[in-house]
């Protein structure tokens, strides 16, 4: 039985698709309800819905054999897992955010609202610039504008969120899309069924390029 | 008294079989202090899992650490004598910081060392004791084989920057194709044998007649030649099977050299083994001689269990108070000498989970319950 873990929403859908179309289908899955694991027995397949900050944590483990989770979770936390393929769904970049004319001054230390603390700091370590994280669960726009912070580093997909809240974009630095990620050890004890969907899952994300 | 094994946990079980093992192949236990000078790991913070070390100060002043690793207190207590080679393991506890709770853990370790003289024959060797270990514990097991030369050889041939070199190393860990895709069309370098090393994973047999095909240098042809070797050696040994070839088996290139290799078990949602030669470890400590070693990593193998124990006991002997104690002993050894487990006790623990409860009569045992 192969586990994936989807990340609950529009993305997992997607990817779920793609995981029918490379026949692992799972009917069950289309049943209205709160129901969060659904498995085939006929095809040896379970998948399960989880939070998509959580996905890693679940093929880390071990629960889940393959995955799916943005860059930006994997950047962040490190998971020590399998980055088989760039799905190229939910694409969308990681920068630094801050008010309309902003100009970043070398002499103070910069001070960092992020959800996204070790990217973060990685990204402001290689510049060798000396910053203040601020470590925050949400609404990251409004820090800039409450003077919490100097600049935001937060994922940005449209932009209109930035907008509205009166700031734009300093800097882009990192491109994120959905990654397929595997355990280290059921990609070793489960490989001919992995290498299949990892086939299939390719060839359809070359055939949208 | 006889020995019963079958009280003995998954890692208590691997201590005797491993250390059985290892003695076959002439290895001497090598048992050292729980404490070790924490200068020595400052000097070689790199080779640590992690930086965290719980250090403390002795009664002289000198700061001392918990061992965080063993490998370095044996090489360093080591002296190189030409021609031979010294072979120990150990059996000891480690204390690291677990990357993913980001707190101190002791972690049972058993591992050993081949160093001085290291040959073909001791490496090769090794790598079978480490697929023996593995087998030892479960015949559901894979040995990823790598060789450090292979992987590095194609780094340099893409003959880009120091940084990128880094960041494809760790993309060839992490099978990240793309990634390294990224980074080639960035440098504007070709990435397709680097690609095509990250992509390969299958049995010796398998894998070892392809890649003399892509060999692009004398010293990648070399380390094939020598990978050959050891499919063969571990063929005669009637282990080759479960001995994969993994480029994505990547350790820290100022230590490690040539062949390393990480284990894992079916059922363990993590690598169990992990080892390699590490010559560039020895010379960084002003050793002359090669190494070669590898730990297993004991802590993990409680998540093995075959069958989870539903009972704290079998049973469960009541008695009043005042009882003889005779009559207790009696109705003990009658249930032992059955080899059931029991617990005679005047009223039954909290939480206790038992297969049977039996009370002591005057008449004999009266059972009360049956669960099982």
Not at chain 1, 55 to 78: S, T
Not at chain 2, 139 to 144: A, N, V
Not at chain 2, 330 to 353: D, F, H, N, S, Y
Request: proline share 2%; with cysteine; hydrophobic share 40%.
């Amino acid at each position: 039985m192969l586990n994936v873990a989807l990340p609950k929403g529009r993305l997992g859908e997607k990817v779920y698709a793609m995981f029918e179309k490379a026949g692992f289908e799972c009917p069950a899955i289309h049943e209205p309800g709160r129901k969060l694991i659904f498995e085939n027995e006929e095809k040896q397949v379970r998948y399960f819905w989880v939070k998509p900050s959580d996905v890693a944590i679940y093929v880390e483990r071990g629960a889940a054999d393959i995955g799916v989770a943005g860059k930006d979770i994997l950047a962040e936390y490190a998971p020590d897992v399998y980055e088989l393929l760039d799905l190229n769904l939910g694409k969308c970049r990681m920068a630094v955010a801050a008010k309309k004319g902003f100009r970043d001054n070398p002499e103070k230390t910069l001070r960092v609202a992020t959800k996204f603390t070790n990217i973060a700091k990685a990204h402001y370590a290689a510049q060798g610039r000396d910053i203040d994280i601020i470590h925050l669960n949400g609404s990251i726009e409004i820090a800039p504008i409450l003077d919490l912070s100097d600049v935001i580093v937060d994922i940005v997909e449209t932009g209109s969120t930035l907008k509205e809240n009166n700031l734009e974009v300093y800097e882009s630095f990192m491109p994120i899309s959905a990654r397929l990620i595997a355990n280290k050890p059921s990609f070793k004890f489960k490989n001919a069924l992995m290498q299949e969907i990892l086939g299939s899952l390719s060839a359809q994300v070359e055939a949208e390029k | 008294m006889e020995f019963n094994r079958n009280v003995l946990k998954n890692e208590e079980k691997a201590i005797f079989d491993l250390r059985a093992l290892y003695s076959l192949y002439g290895y001497t236990q090598y048992k050292m202090s729980k404490f070790e000078a924490y200068d020595l790991y400052v000097r070689n913070k790199d080779y640590l899992v992690s930086d965290n070390i719980i250090t403390f100060t002795d009664t002289d002043g000198k700061l001392l650490a918990l061992k965080p690793d063993v490998t370095l207190s044996i090489i360093k207590n080591g002296k190189d004598v030409p021609g031979s080679v010294q072979k120990v393991y150990y059996n000891e506890n480690v204390y690291r910081v677990s990357k993913k709770n980001n707190a101190f853990q002791e972690i049972m370790q058993v591992g050993l060392e081949c160093i001085g003289a290291v040959d073909d024959y001791c490496i090769f060797e090794t790598v079978m004791l480490a697929a023996q270990s593995l087998q030892s514990i479960s015949e559901d097991y894979i040995l990823d084989v790598s060789h450090m030369d292979i992987v590095s050889e194609a780094i340099e041939a893409a003959g880009v920057g120091a940084e990128e070199k880094k960041a494809l190393l760790e993309r060839i860990g992490e099978k990240n194709l793309h990634g390294i895709d990224q980074i080639c069309s960035e440098a504007g370098v070709d990435g397709t044998l680097l690609k095509t090393l990250a992509s390969t994973y299958g049995k010796l047999a398998d894998v070892l007649p392809k890649l003399e095909t892509i060999s692009i240098s004398e010293k990648m042809r070399a380390a094939i030649e020598q990978l050959t070797r050891m499919a063969a050696f571990l063929d005669a040994n009637g282990c080759a099977d479960n001995v994969y070839i993994d480029f994505s088996v990547i350790n820290n290139q100022s230590y490690y050299n040539g062949i390393v290799f990480c284990g894992f078990i079916k059922g363990i949602p993590t690598g169990i083994l992990s080892g390699g030669e590490y010559d560039k470890l020895m010379q960084k400590m002003g050793r002359k001689s090669h190494a070669i070693g590898f730990a297993v990593y004991l802590d993990m193998l409680e998540r093995l269990q075959a069958e989870e124990k539903k009972y704290d006991v079998d049973a469960v002997i009541l008695y009043d108070a005042g009882a003889d104690v005779q009559s207790i002993s009696a109705a003990v050894k009658l249930m032992t000498a059955g080899g059931k487990r029991v617990l005679a006790t005047g009223a039954i623990p909290e939480k206790l989970q038992y297969k049977q409860l039996l009370k002591l009569q005057e008449k004999g045992l009266e059972i009360l319950e049956n669960n099982a």
